[in-house]
């Protein structure tokens, strides 16, 4: 959901309302059956991500390199998927559409970073975690892509699980001059049940991958991601009440079948069954959608 830029708005008679805010990030709340208020999504003539985005992953502390691989499976092989199509739904002022393509390499698209702020991590502190990861050079300073953190689960991330599952922002002061987008995407392996799509919605003790953490930050990066090439400086695509296309279908995971371990899912992807959330479709009076052909 968007920030409280949209305060100044409201003060001015604006219809449209500041929505559930961390440190004036665009969240994802945990589960709870209230849906948003209007499902009305509107362009406001921000831009939009074009072309190929690429992706990159900040590792953040001490996670396992089976959570590692299941993540960059899901990053591999997102791109072109049905799934992730649904975001060519949306476009520009100019007609240009997001396209579905993702640019990812687990080689060269991550980077490690042992603990370098330590194990408690505010909103001030992902934006340093970003900010050294660039200027050390470990990756490309990149505005057409976006960031994601990925915290291992000793890592305390304020607000995590109780407010939100994960988060996706812009900043032009983490590189002067330069927009970067990021996301925050805690493991949630830290008894947090409200953020897994398989314990809180088909009350299961396993997930597809039989990982909870990999496996609901899988949930969390289609969220962040969907709304962040939709709406990267949170001024083109949302509802009147703040809501991006994510937040439309938060927990809603559509038509889903019954994966190897006993688990639900909904997407096939590469050689892994996920259980990812499905996203607003842009068409007439637009729905949440699994996949779009």
């Known amino acids: 959901m968007r920030h409280l830029a949209a305060l100044s ?3 001015a008679g604006s219809a449209i309302l500041p929505a559930e805010t961390i440190n004036g990030t665009s969240i994802k709340p945990p589960f709870s059956a209230a849906r948003p208020r209007s499902t009305q999504i509107e362009y406001h003539g921000g831009p939009i991500l074009l072309g190929s985005v690429p992706v990159y992953i900040i590792y953040y502390g001490a996670i396992p390199s089976g959570t590692q691989s299941i993540v960059n499976d899901f990053f591999s092989n997102l791109g072109g998927s049905g799934q992730y199509n649904v975001n060519t739904t949306y476009y520009d002022g ?11 390499s687990p080689t060269t698209s991550v980077y490690n970073d042992n603990y370098s702020i330590g194990k408690i991590v505010t909103g001030s502190g992902v934006q340093k975690i970003v900010q050294s990861a660039l200027l050390n050079g470990h990756l490309p300073v990149d505005e057409g892509g976006v960031y ?30 330069k927009d970067i987008k990021y996301s925050l995407v805690p493991d ?9 799509g398989n314990v809180a919605v088909f009350g299961e003790n396993i ?38 296309n994510g937040d439309l279908c938060n927990f809603n995971y ?27 479709q842009n068409t007439g009076k637009g729905f949440c959608a699994n996949t779009l052909p």
């Open 188 to 196: 949630p392996s830290q008894a947090c049940d409200g953020c897994s």
């Open 94 to 104: 100019d007609g240009n559409r997001i396209m579905n393509a993702l640019t990812f």
């Open 9 to 11: 708005l409201l003060l």
């Open 254 to 280: 559509g038509t889903t079948y019954i994966a190897p371990n006993g688990s639900h899912a909904n997407a096939h992807l590469g050689n892994r069954d996920y259980l990812i959330q499905t996203i607003w």
């Open 148 to 177: 994601f953190v990925i915290t291992s689960p000793d890592v305390h991330a304020i607000g995590f699980c109780n407010s939100f599952c994960a988060y996706h922002s812009n900043s032009t002061s983490i590189i002067s001059g």
């Open 207 to 244: 997930t597809p991958n039989g990982d909870l953490g990999a496996d609901e930050m899988t949930d969390s990066i289609m969220h962040e991601l969907s709304e962040t090439v939709s709406d990267p400086d949170l001024n083109a695509w949302y509802t009147r009440s703040g809501a991006e």
